[in-house]
């Protein structure tokens, strides 16, 4: 999935230093001339995070999330006010189609979406309405994101006592990598990265985010760019839509199944794959984390191959440069690929007609990259294996 034009650029693409970002964070900064030190920041817990190129959508009615719930890959009709999810629109193939941010404050659900997927997701769930008591609104124009590793909500509500309405309509606390009532993991659950990474993302009227921010800063607080939230989700293990999907994403490859899925809920479109590839087969690709070779002093593009023995057995899906691991990547991964093979990263040249000043074209840029297991390849399979055990039937399982 390739990146859309942002709905609205950021206010603080104005701020001196500020580099803006490209991709699906085209409209905010990437950083403020400082990577680093800005992501060391926002690890500690000083520093916030514009990331107001996100899409914001409403959900309103007494039906609200009984109808979310019907369309969804999670289980919304008991959401509590304040409590945050995740869910996943599937297509009725099993492949990931939207995958907002929820949360719900007693009147109304909010869904934080990425820029590129928003419009299609309002279209969808307003074509599904039918004769229910629900109205689905995009807000984007009125609320923006600003994220943190803490939540700062009533930091925010004071540094603006005299606005009309509130300055946070809510705050959403993603609850990666728990496992949620229904989900299932596959990757490690002890020492797994993202146990230690806290993530809040606050709905701040547009209006107000400059104040915000000028306010936070003048209580210590600094700004953190794109690439600072991006590393840390990437050390995470984090799967992120669009970035780390494509047109044949399933849940089962990511990792999603711990946050996003009920696997006990009822009928939804695409649940016939979630169930038969979890239950009886393996997913096709799996998504694995990757230490680079840090001497080139270069990051690969999204889309860079990823190579073992000179044959490519997957595509890089994001990459940073994270203030203590170095280098590091995601990649998603043909299943086959053993989780012990030393991969190569491999880029081709942005212009394949180039030729130096010798008339030679430049070699492709190419990184040695040391593998993480995230999804093993034996993820799935669940009936009839042994408790504790990711170990499958023999032959391997069912492919879609």
Sequence with gaps: MSGAAPVHSS????????????????????????????????????????????????????????????????????????????????SVQGRVEYAPHVVDDGATTW??????????????????????????????????????????????????????????????????????TGGHGYAAEQDHPGSGRTWFEHLVSRDALASVVEGLEGEGFQLAGSWAAEALRIESWRPRWGVDTDEKTIPHELDWMRTAVHLSKGCYRGQET??????????????????????????????????????????????????????????????????????????????PGAEGSDGVAPAAEQWAAAQTVVVPPEAGSVVGRAGGLMRGPRGGGMRI
């Excluded at 680093?36 to 920041?41: I, S």
Aim: proline share 7%; charged share 20%; net charge negative.
């Design 274 to 351: 979630v169930a038969r590839v979890h239950n009886l087969g393996h997913p096709p690709r799996r998504l694995t984390f990757l230490d680079l070779d840090g001497s080139q002093h270069t990051l690969p593009e999204a889309g860079a191959a990823v190579e073992l023995s000179g044959r490519v057995v997957g595509r890089v899906t994001a990459a940073q440069l994270h203030h203590e691991a170095g280098p590091i990547a995601l990649a998603v991964l043909k299943r086959s690929v053993d989780p012990e093979a030393v991969l190569t990263v491999r880029e081709a040249s942005n212009d």
């Design 111 to 180: 869904l934080i979406t990425e820029a590129a997927e928003t419009s299609g997701l309002v279209d969808w769930l307003s074509s599904m309405r039918f004769a229910l008591r629900v109205e689905v609104q995009d807000v984007c124009a009125q609320w923006a994101v600003l994220a943190a590793t803490q939540d700062l909500s009533a930091r925010i509500s004071a540094l603006l006592p005299d606005l009309p309405g509130p300055a946070v309509a809510a705050v959403w606390h993603d609850p990666w990598p728990g496992i949620a």
């Design 11 to 90: 206010v603080l693409l104005g701020r001196h230093g500020a580099v803006p970002a490209q991709g699906f964070d085209a409209g905010v900064p990437a950083h403020y001339g400082d990577p680093v030190p800005e992501q060391r920041a926002l690890a500690r817990g000083r520093a916030v995070v514009d990331q107001s190129q996100r899409g914001v959508v409403t959900v309103t009615g007494p039906d609200r999330l009984t109808w979310l719930t019907t369309l969804s890959s999670q289980v919304l009709t008991s959401l509590e006010p304040g409590r945050s999810t995740e869910a996943l629109f599937l």
